[in-house]
């Protein structure tokens, strides 16, 4: 039963143009979410979070956009720059799981072309 | 300063021997977070363990699994008589206990069970 699904496991995008990466939730309970970044032989890195009472959060050229009656959210990166090329995983955590225990995704690949 | 390392990198064993994982979290983080990936899969939640307090196993898949935490730094987990299924990188983060959404994680130990 996967509570936090990413459907694209790959995106490839040019240089310079937005990247959209998006991620479904099932659980209503969900109140807080996360968005790691994970480059090759390393641990996966905080990107950036939204909390349910928030539609939108924004950080540099990362905005998150949380959709709750859809119970959706995406990240946005603009502009998309070769180094954002990583595995970008989405997590939320609320209700019965607790405030520290996340329930991730399965990561979608970014390939930032050059 | 030094970020959460784990030991070994990686770990090759054959089915039925028992294995320890190390995980080394950043000075003064309190609680700190145990995850699985397998292949295809997103992060799994296995344990939590938050200073003195009783830790959360509630993730941890069978009773093969098991951690502890001694003096509140350095945490083992350890899975005895290891399985095909348990191949998988094990991922050892850690957090201010009021930063759980910003989680530090380690480079992660690949098993693989032969």
């Known amino acids: 039963d996967q509570q936090v699904k990413q459907n694209s496991p790959s995106l490839s995008v040019q240089e310079g143009r937005i990247s959209i990466l998006n991620c479904d939730y099932t659980n209503s309970m969900f109140d807080y979410f996360l968005w790691y970044k994970k480059y090759p032989a390393e641990g996966p890195t905080f990107l950036i979070s939204i909390s349910s009472i928030k539609d939108k959060n924004e950080d540099g050229r990362f905005t998150v956009f949380l959709n709750k009656s859809a119970k959706h959210l995406s990240l946005h990166i603009v502009p998309s720059q070769p180094g954002d090329s990583a595995v970008y995983f989405c997590a939320a955590s609320g209700g019965t799981s607790g405030t520290y225990k996340y329930i991730f995704g399965t990561g979608t690949r970014l390939k930032v072309l050059a | 300063g030094a970020g959460v390392s784990q030991s070994p990198s990686n770990k090759v064993t054959e089915k039925g021997k028992d294995v320890e994982l190390r995980c080394d979290p950043i000075s003064g983080h309190t609680a700190l977070y145990w995850y699985r990936q397998s292949l295809g899969q997103g992060l799994e939640f296995l344990i939590y363990?938050?200073?003195?307090?009783?830790?959360?196993k509630s993730g941890l898949p069978s009773d093969r699994f098991s951690a502890e935490r001694t003096g509140g730094s350095v945490s083992t987990l350890t899975i005895q008589r290891t399985q095909q299924e348990d191949s998988a990188v094990y991922l050892c983060a850690s957090s201010l206990p009021s930063s759980s959404y910003e989680q530090y994680f380690g480079p992660g130990t690949r098993l693989t069970v032969t």
């Open positions: 363990f938050q200073g003195n307090s009783a830790p959360d």
